[in-house]
Every structure is written in C-alpha cells, then in structure tokens.
C-alpha cells in the first residue's frame, strides 16, 4: 500500500470535511469521485448515511478489517483500468447492501484475503468476468446477491474458494460462461437461481470443483448448462432442478459429474441431456429425468454412467439411453424407464447392465433394449411390460442375457427377438407371458432359455419359433397355454428341448418342424393336456430321446 500515487480513502474525504466517528465513517448523500485511493485499517466501516445515495467512482484498493454498506460503486468516467475493489493483500472485506454497476474492469479482484457480500447487486459489468477470485489464500463469500446483464459473473481459479448463497445469475455473454472454476478452485452453490446465459452455467475445468444444492439451473439455450471438461475436474448436484434449455450436462475427458434428487427438463432436438464422452463418468441417484427432444443420457468414447433408483420418461424422439461404442458403460438399477420411444439402446460393443428395473411401453417398431453390432446387455430381476415392439432385440452380433426378469404385455411383436448370425439371447429364471409371441431367432441366431416359463401366445403365433438356422435349447422350462405351436422350426431352425413340460396346447401342435433341414431334438420332455404332442412337414425331423 505504499504506492506514492495512491491516495487514501480517509485523506480524499477529509478534503469533503468528513472525518471518521465512533460509527465509522458515515456518508452523507452524494457523488464522490474517488479515483484510485487505497484504504488499510482495522476495524473501518464506511457506510451511507441513506443507504443507495452514495456513489463512488473510481477503484479502491483494499487491506485490513474494512465494511462497506449501502454504497454503488461505479467507474471512473474518464479511466476505467482498474477493478472497483482490489484485495491483494490480505485482510477481511464486507460488503453489505452495495450495488455494483457498469465498468470495462471487475466489479471485485480478490487475489488474496477474505470477502463476504450480502444483499448486494452487480449489474451490466461489461468486463469479461465481474467476480475474479484466484489464490489459495482467497475466499469470497455471497449471500442474497444479484449479477444480472453481466458479461460473465465469476471466474474463480488457482485453489481459490467461493461459496455462494440464495443467489442469483442472469444473463452472460456468448462463450462466456456464467460461472467458470479453473486450477483447483471450489465453488459452492446453495439455493441460488442461474439462468439465461449465451454460455454454459457452470464450466469447470483443470481440477476445478462445483458443489450444487437446492439451485435451479434454467434458459441455457446455447451450451451445455453444466460442462465438467477433464480428469480431476468434479461437479456434484443434489436437489438441483435444470430445465429449459439445449442440453443440461456435458462431461469429457475423464471429468465426474454426480447428481442425487435432481430433476432434469427437457432439451433440444438432438441434444440429450446428459452426455459423457471420453471417459467421463456421471452417477445419478434417484433423479428424475423427462421430456427431452433428444436422449435422457448419452454415453459414448469409454463414458460410464451409473443410475439407481431414478424415474426416466417421456423421451419420445430416442432412446431414453443410448450407449454408443465400446468401453462405453451404463448400469441401471432400481430404475423405472416409461413413456418414450424405447428406453435402452447399445451399439458397437458398448455393454448395458439392468438390475430391478422396470422398463414400460414403447413406440410401434422401436423395442424396449435394442443391442446392436457387438453390443451387451445383462438384465437381472428386471419387468419389462406393454412395449408395441419386442421386449429385447439383438442383432448384428450383439448380446442379451436375461435372469430372474418378467416380460409382459408385448401383442405387436415378439417379445425376444434375435435377429442374426452372432447374435445371441441367453435367458435363466425368466417368465415370459401375456404377449403375441415369446420367442423369434433367425438368420443362425442363438437362443438359449433355462428353467423359464413361457405363458400364452396369440393364434398363429407360436411361442418359440426357429428359422432360417436359428437354434434354440430350451432347459428344465415349462412352455403352457398357447394358441399356436410351443416350438416351431423352419427353414434349417434347430431346437435342443431338454427336461421340459409342454401342456395346454389346443389349437396346433405342440412341437413342429416344417422344412428341409429343421430338426428337433426332444429328451427328458413331458407333455400333458395338449391336441397333438409333434407334427413334422415338408423334411422336418423330430427325434426322441
């Protein structure tokens, strides 16, 4: 603070006639052009006497214990080069009820020291960041403020600490993010309101950190509202509604992103709602995700999500979850996915994993788990119910496998349906009833069911058809109550049927192999209550061991 050009605040007034008090220093209304003065004490409090009737204009540079309430600080009208407040060297600063407005430089540039805000506005500062926080040693604290038409409101960096409170942000300009955490530093936010920025709301960065509570997140139209951008960068919601705007969260290169009792609403057409490439990885946990033009969450370039106990719906233009390629992850549990186009879809290797979730309706020709080109997906303990096309369906190598789960309520499709030569469905302990037809391999598919029952089917449908060398082998099952076939194969389709029961079929042949090259093995299979126990046609083979 020795600097000769710098006056001090105390030296400025006193040529007004002011002079400090037992109260500190108190100001009568007025316009008081400060310049650049410098103001170091203990224990300093400089307060309007009316609080909004005192402006300064100029930069103050600030040490020691100092308060100010119910000031606006403005710019120098003729110089504008440096912050309003610059705390460099340590020391405690309040603010209380000040507004901050205009300028071409930071509202407040903290690089060292503790600064607490409370009930005060910053407003149309036309610098790229209001708020610059950065050091260690520098912790900014808001309570009850407002940024508002603020080219961007905060940039915190190099470990600094913020923590902000029943806040609110509006507005930022394009590629200016409203809030942006860099370097190791911390952001805190707590019931505080962000909304309609040309830019992110939240980017962190360079092992930033983000803590978000209670916030509502709304009207990012241009940018992901959160991005977390690389390894060691962090962003944790919880309680968090994020809404209205393209896309809610965006993760890359190996950045975390939590949330817990969130809600996510909607997004724009061909932005999901959340996106983790690269090896980001995102946890959800009992959030609600609905109404997105686009995918609720996107996993593709090694991206691993994790979701338990989260309610996903009214995702009617994609797959609800969509993971794209291999080394790409999601693993669900607890989950209701409902009311959309179709909940799972996995390509190129990627592996998908269900455990006690319920999967409800989907659009005609878009069933409920698509796997595709190499992709996995294990489903366990799971309810899949009342979709307008298959339950699950694999194809182009792709892979399912099927324990302890109930398949219902499918009439417009078959419920499983493995499409082609390397693709293949493995089921264990799984009911499958109430639908048009349970089973359909074809093109050297692969099936494969164990201790499942398989209830009903519509006329002509048979519950388990084989064509065009699909093979199935069916262990310890019970097949009953069809309106058609138990098993067909046709066109070279294979089945190995081993320990089974067969009963309840009335209106065809329980077992029938119709071409050329179709073969039926049967061992160890009781049948009761059925018209006609087999029926071979056109160079079918049944044999009986």
Known sequence: MTNPEMTSLEDFLATRGIQPSSGGIVLPPGFYEIGNVVLDGESVSVRAEHPGTVTFEGSLRLGGNVTFEGITFSPALDEDLLPRMDISQGGRVTILNCHFRGGENAAIALCSGLVEVRDSRFENVRVKTALQVSGECSRLSLERCVLDACMQPLVASSSAYVGMEQCELIGSAEIRPQVVIKTGAQVTLEACHLRDGLSHAVWVKEQGQASITGCTISGFHKAAAIRAQDDGSKVDLSGTILHEGKQQIFGQTR?????????????????????????????????????????????????????????????????????????????????????????????????????????????????????TTGAQVTLEACHLRDGWSNAVWVKEQGQASITGCTISGFHEATAIHAHDDGS???????????????????????VALTKCELIGSTEKRPQVTMATGAQVTLEACRLRDGLS?????????????????????????????????????????????VGKTQFVRDGGTISNR
């Open 424 to 446: 293949k469905v493995i089921l264990s302990g799984t009911i499958l009833r109430d639908g048009k037809q349970q089973i359909y391999g074809e093109t050297k598919a692969m």
């Open 255 to 371: 950045a975390m992103v939590a949330l817990t009792k969130c809600e996510l609403i909607g997004s724009a057409e061909g932005w999901p709602q959340i996106t983790m490439a690269t090896g980001a990885q995102v946890t959800l946990e009992a959030c609600h995700l609905r109404d997105g033009l686009s995918h609720a969450i996107w996993v593709k370039e090694q991206g691993q999500a994790s979701i338990t106990g989260c309610t996903i719906s009214g995702f009617n233009k994609a797959a609800a979850i969509s993971v794209q390629d291999d080394g790409s992850k999601a693993i669900l549990s607890g989950t209701t996915l409902r009311e959309g186009l179709r909940p799972v879809y996995g390509q190129d290797k990627a592996m998908v994993a269900l455990a006690k979730c319920e999967l409800i309706g989907s659009a005609e020709k878009y069933p409920q788990v698509t796997m």
């Open 485 to 529: 076939h138990a098993i067909w194969v046709k066109e070279r389709g294979q089945a190995s049927v081993r320990g089974c029961t067969i009963s309840g079929f009335h209106k065809a042949a329980a077992i029938c192999a119709q071409d050329t090259g179709s073969h039926v093995i049967m061992s160890g299979t009781a049948f009761s209550d």
